[in-house]
């Protein structure tokens, strides 16, 4: 009687490892370098006292490197708690668009602006769910943030610019083991951020509301 006790507390024990060890790839620090595909749309739209209305629009897709680095903590055998951050250096045109005035004498004209976006980053949470040892799901929640310039001719020529990007990143994503150390993932971000606002030289102040998606690829190290 002993001995079958001695041999299911055993195999018991090795079942438990054996569950652990698929969520322990997953766990620690990790760093990767991956390549976005981004799609940035801006609406805009401006009421003036006298009655006059605007509308823009700016929008495009551009390619860009970032880094992340990540760690996670294993709670069970199938799920592990991250957290992490990801920085994209330098800067990218994020869009460029025409402003056209709807007054009905048509005396403010049109014009043109385009925007650049420069150093986003995110600081984000990720839970996620391991499905084997090898292979494993992950949502992201995170804070964005990055620097925004906007220049702009004619009727959209800029005083004041819009400042900060600031809003939400929503994200899915598989990550798999290459080998015990490094890894690939693919994931999609949806991001909302706040409205903004700039002026323009006749001191109207406009405002839009920026959304991205983004798809990325990224390969990574895991310590």
């Not at 760093?31 to 981004?38: E, T």
């Not at 009655?51 to 680095?69: F, K, M, N, P």
């Not at 990550?175 to 150390?181: D, E, S």
Request: charged fraction near 15%; glycine fraction near 14%.
């Amino acid at each position: 009687m002993n001995k079958i006790l001695k041999l299911s507390a055993i195999a018991l024990l090795a079942t438990s490892t054996s569950l652990m060890a698929q969520s322990k790839s997953f766990e620690g620090l990790s760093a990767g370098i991956g390549l976005s595909v981004i799609g940035v749309e801006i609406n805009g739209s401006n009421a003036q006292a006298s009655g006059d209305t605007s509308t823009g629009y700016a929008g495009r897709i551009t390619e860009i490197a970032s880094l992340d680095i990540s760690y996670g903590v294993a709670t069970s055998s199938n799920f592990v708690f991250g957290f992490g951050a990801s920085y994209t250096p330098g800067k990218a045109k994020a869009g460029s668009g025409s402003l056209t005035d709807g007054t009905t004498g048509g005396t403010d004209g049109s014009g043109s602006a385009s925007i650049t976006i420069k150093d986003p980053y995110t600081l984000y949470v990720m839970p996620t769910y391991v499905l084997n040892k090898d292979s494993a799901l992950f949502a992201k929640v995170g804070y964005t943030q990055a620097n925004v310039t906007a220049n702009g001719a004619g009727r959209a020529t800029i005083t004041s610019g819009p400042g900060d990007l600031k809003g939400w990143a929503y994200t899915i994503g598989s990550k798999n083991m290459l080998t015990n150390n490094t890894y690939i993932s693919v994931e999609a971000t949806y991001s909302d951020y706040d409205t903004l606002s700039a002026t323009m030289s006749n001191g109207t102040t406009v405002s839009g509301d920026p959304k991205t998606i983004q798809g990325t690829i990224s390969i990574g190290y895991k310590f």
